[in-house]
């Protein structure tokens, strides 16, 4: 059971850090995502942690600005959100994968999701 939390409301240029904590489950061993979805908009890649956390993927449209990391003592996955704009606006989802690195900057390379939780940045 994934579970994203820290959404919420904030203002453009601001920034959010979300979390995503899992239950039941060891995330050490998967390669961790996060993705979003605006309304009426198909499920995007945003950032993607390698299990060691060693290595990370970012969409254009948020490097420089977000931050995937993880603390697996802790057994959860961060993204640090710097430099908001209103088009960031979404549901977040955090993924785990079993596959490959390289798979996991399309929904299907993951295995679970967590229920999302909404990001809204205002202008």
């Known amino acids: 059971q994934l579970q994203a939390s820290g959404g919420g409301l904030v203002q453009a240029g601001g920034s959010v850090r979300l979390s995503c904590a899992a239950s039941?489950?060891?995330?050490?061993?998967?390669?961790m995502g996060w993705f979003r979805q605006a309304p009426g908009k198909e499920r995007e890649f945003v950032a993607a942690?390698?299990?060691?956390?060693?290595?990370?993927l970012y969409a254009d449209s948020v490097k420089g600005r977000f931050t995937i990391s993880r603390d697996n003592a802790k057994n959860t996955v961060y993204l640090q959100m710097n430099s908001l704009k209103p088009e960031d606006t979404a549901v977040y989802y955090c993924?785990?994968?079993?596959?490959?690195?390289?798979?996991?900057?399309?929904?299907?390379?993951?295995?679970?999701w967590g229920p999302g939780t909404q990001v809204t940045v205002s202008s």
């Open positions: 942690i390698r299990w060691s956390g060693g290595i990370t």
């Open positions: 039941g489950r060891t995330l050490s061993s998967y390669n």
């Open positions: 993924a785990a994968s079993r596959g490959a690195l390289s798979s996991t900057r399309s929904p299907s390379g993951y295995n679970y």
